[in-house]
């Protein structure tokens, strides 16, 4: 049987169990959650608002987030050398309470960063997680059921996310949505598509800071 050796099917995310799942988030996407947020939430007011980034990675989420929230704090459990605080989220107590809470979780680890963000998170919490994240019924059960989030936005673009670094091009064969849940909220979920946007949100600097180190 011929091999498929495509690029897009190539670069589907499969991490080893035991991998920090480094593959950090091309910023127009955070931008798009916001920017689409905006219309939907008549009672956002982020600018006023505190975040937590819990898995900051080289900060390509971060920065994007302080577009829009009055602080952002980050750390992640290995140094990428941004800067940043080096700190399990799973470990110990709870953090203290924040606004919000938005991060792209490491796959294996998303239900427990869920729980600990929506136990965390005054008025909202929202992760970026492939599309796939959305079936199987122990997660239904545990999580989706229990906490019914506010809406899930389908990216109708590719978010094209590369192990270690950003990349301007590429293509992949994973999709990706964001799952928000709102304090406010207990169901039942919403589903919207981002309309295309990568053009208008994407900014040839976000691919810069990253070669500046
Ligand atoms: C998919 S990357 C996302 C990075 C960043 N949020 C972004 O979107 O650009 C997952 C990140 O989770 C971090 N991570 C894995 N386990 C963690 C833990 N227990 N506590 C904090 N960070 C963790 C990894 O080091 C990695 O940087």
Redesign the pocket.
Known sequence: MAQNTSTAVMQRRAEPHDS??????PPWA?RALFDHLQGVLWWLHTDSDTCR?????????VRPLREFFASVEA????N?GAGFPV?????GPDPAPVDWTV?????R?AEQ?IERALRTSRHGAAM?VRTAFLEGVGRYERLFSQHPPRIVLQFTERVV?HKGKLAPKGSTATAYCWIVWTSDHKGPTEFGWIPPCRKRLERAEDYQLQAEG
């Open positions: 920090l799942d480094d593959f950090p988030t955070t980034e819990p898995a900051a990675n080289r900060g390509h989420m750390s992640d459990i290995h990428y700190q399990d989220y799973l470990f991060t792209n979780p490491p796959f680890l960063f970026i996310m």
